[in-house]
């Protein structure tokens, strides 16, 4: 019946997904997603999408926003009072006005119970209003790239002016993982902790699905509102692959979630970058050696699909030439690395032994430029 489906869709021009991945683009027309995407971050790739710029509610997708700003606002472990903003709808990790709580408390109420009142008091405590917190959140993800994004509220409750898109979801996404502690947060299934009047231990329980039964699963928030409906942003990594997946209003979207990842697992790898020479040798001016040894530091390997390696190109930039002593591990140079015209990353080019600075009084060339290098 699926196939049947597909086919008659085909026929009709209106393929919902631009790549062909046939399992998931009949279980979205089934499921009637509004928008999804599954993207790649390193290449920037999309694997698969969906009306990937289409502005929708994103419901309590927005705490993954709200709980990167509040860990880069730092301060996590002073403890403080909760005011009237805890005091707000929907879901909650049971906060109550003059309660004593930390911003780390807070860090995974809204990660593991989707409180909103963890989200009003997070944005309280970072900007001094929900309406100060909103313009640090429009700030953040215009510099993330998020054109097609407007936060009004913290938590995700509904507003006509609070929207995202599968697309600048994914790129939020993609920007909280690079965190360390967001990542470590966002991959909890429960957490223990104290906080109340006075403060007292609890145990909060995540709500994503994935991290229970879907292998590599990283990640990352769930939401829900009435408008917005179901939404989902997950995230998963195999040896070495990260992917991340995106739905907005998806009456299915753990299924479609698995289908999405799986998809992307079964075309993409990691693959060795294609260098020339593993060693440098870099000239060095008033040492005691006429150079010094530098090597590409890093694990050679790009997420791409096999058969892409011919796309890679690799740009090495070293110095012309080093003045004087030079130590051992410092890094001179990078390798980039370019896919598709575009640089995905960057290998640091570091010395592998040191030079001592001669003993003989150094030229008038190498005087000067000891003055402007």
């Not at 990937?52 to 606002?73: G, N, V």
């Amino acid at each position: 019946m699926r196939h049947r489906l597909l086919c008659l869709i085909l026929c009709a021009g209106i393929l919902l997904w631009v790549l062909p991945v046939v399992s998931a683009s009949a279980l979205m027309v089934e499921t009637n997603a509004k928008a999804g995407i599954l993207y790649e971050p390193v290449t920037g790739r999309v694997l698969v999408e969906n009306n990937k710029d289409s502005r929708l509610p994103m419901a309590s997708t927005t705490k993954i926003m709200t709980t990167l700003l509040a860990i880069e606002h730092g301060d996590l472990d002073t403890p403080f009072l909760v005011g009237e903003e805890a005091n707000v709808e929907g879901s909650s990790m049971g906060l109550k006005v003059d309660d004593t709580v930390t911003l780390r408390d807070l860090l995974y109420g809204m990660l593991l119970e989707s409180g909103n009142d963890a989200a009003n008091v997070a944005a309280v405590r970072v900007a001094g209003s929900v309406e100060a917190f909103a313009e640090l959140m429009n700030q953040r993800a215009a510099q993330i790239g998020m054109t097609n994004t407007h936060f009004v509220t913290p938590s995700g409750l509904d507003d006509e002016q609070h929207y995202s898109t599968a697309y600048d979801m994914a790129l939020l996404a993609a920007e909280a993982l690079d965190n360390e502690l967001f990542r470590e947060i966002c991959a909890s299934t429960k957490k223990t902790l104290c906080f109340g009047n006075p403060p007292y231990e609890r145990t909060l329980y995540g709500h994503n699905k994935l991290l229970t039964s879907y292998e590599g699963a990283i990640g990352v928030k769930t939401g829900y509102t009435k408008t917005a409906r179901r939404c989902l942003v997950s995230a998963a990594e195999r040896d070495g692959v990260l992917l991340i997946a995106v739905t907005l209003n998806c009456t299915d979207d753990w299924n479609v979630h698995r289908e999405l990842l799986d998809y992307g697992f079964s075309k993409i790898s990691m693959r060795a970058v294609p260098l020339t020479q593993g060693d440098f040798e870099v000239p060095v001016g008033g040492g005691q050696s006429p150079s010094v040894t530098a090597r590409v530091m890093g694990d050679l390997y790009v997420p791409i699909m096999e058969g892409e390696e011919q796309e890679l190109k690799v740009e090495i930039h070293l110095p012309h030439f080093l003045i004087g002593a030079v130590e051992k591990g410092r890094t001179v140079g990078y390798a980039k690395v370019i896919f598709h015209d575009k640089i995905i990353t960057e290998f640091p080019i570091v010395t592998q032994d040191s030079v001592a600075l001669s003993e003989e009084k150094p030229s008038l060339l190498t005087r000067f430029f000891r003055l402007f290098l």
